[in-house]
C-alpha cells in the first residue's frame, strides 16, 4: 500500500486563489518532501520539511507537518497557471522513497 | 553531467521481446533509484542501488525485471519477456549521498515503455 496518499484527488481553482492540497503516511520519517510533476516530465522537487519541523516556507509555498497524525499539507498561494501540475507528497527511508498518488491542480486562467 | 538523462525517452515494443532502460545520474551521486508510473498513477519503487550494489530489489514486479548499475554511474533497468502491463513510464532518480535521512532525489524526464 501506498505511504503517502494525497487529497483532493484532483482541485480546480481560479488563478489568485491559494491552493491546499494534503498527505497522509503510515510509518515514521525521517523527513517528508514534496515534489510537483508537469504533464510527461519528470519529478522536481519543491521542498523537504524534517520530522522536527512544524512549518517551512519556501517563496509561494508553505508546508506544514503534523506527525502526531501523520499528516502534512502544501498550501501555494497566489496560484498561477503555470502552477498547474501533479503534486506528490514523498515518505519513508532513505532506501525506499515512497510516493502517494498525487495531487492534480488546475489553475483557471 | 548537469541532470539525469535516461534513455530511449520513448519505446514501443512487442510482446515477449526483451527492453533495456538506460540511466545516466548526476555525476558524484551515490543513490540510484527506478521507479514506474502507470498513466495518471503515482511511483511505485522498483530498486535503489548504493554504489554499484543493490541493498532493496523488494519492488521489483517479477523475475523478469532486473537491474544493475557500473562504476557507480550508469544502470540499466532489463525487462525480459515484456508483458503488456509492463505499459508505463520508467523513471530513474539520483542523489548525492546514499543512505542518512534521505534527501531530495533527482529525476530523469523518463522512458515511456509501450508493449503491443
Known amino acids: 500500500s501506498q505511504q503517502g496518499e494525497e487529497d483532493p484527488q484532483a482541485l480546480s481553482i481560479q488563478e489568485g486563489e491559494n491552493a491546499t492540497m494534503n498527505c497522509s503516511y503510515k510509518?515514521?520519517?525521517?523527513?517528508l518532501q514534496w515534489y510537483r510533476q508537469n504533464s510527461g516530465r519528470g519529478l522536481v522537487h519543491l521542498i523537504l520539511?524534517?520530522?522536527?519541523?512544524r512549518e517551512k516556507h519556501s517563496g509561494r509555498l508553505r508546508v506544514t507537518l503534523d506527525t502526531s497524525k501523520k499528516s502534512s499539507s502544501l498550501l501555494i498561494t497566489a496560484s498561477r497557471a503555470a502552477d498547474t501540475a501533479s503534486y506528490f507528497c514523498a515518505s519513508g527511508s532513505a532506501r525506499q522513497l515512497t510516493f502517494g498518488s498525487g495531487t492534480q491542480l488546475t489553475v483557471l486562467p | 553531467g548537469a541532470g539525469v538523462s535516461q534513455s530511449p525517452s520513448n519505446k514501443v515494443t512487442e510482446k515477449g521481446k526483451d527492453v533495456e532502460l538506460r540511466c545516466d545520474p548526476i555525476s558524484g551521486h551515490t543513490a540510484l533509484y527506478w521507479y514506474r508510473q502507470s498513466l495518471g498513477q503515482g511511483l511505485e519503487f522498483l530498486i535503489y542501488f548504493q554504489g554499484n550494489s543493490a541493498p532493496d530489489k523488494s519492488g521489483l514486479p517479477s523475475d523478469r525485471f532486473s537491474a544493475e548499475r557500473t562504476g557507480g554511474s550508469v544502470s540499466t533497468l532489463t525487462i525480459q519477456r515484456t508483458q503488456q502491463e509492463d505499459s508505463a513510464v520508467y523513471l530513474c532518480a539520483s542523489r548525492r549521498l546514499a543512505g542518512g535521512l534521505g534527501g531530495e532525489l533527482f529525476f530523469g524526464e523518463g522512458s515511456r515503455l509501450t508493449v503491443l
Open positions: 510509518t515514521s520519517i525521517n523527513n
Open positions: 520539511i524534517r520530522s522536527n519541523e
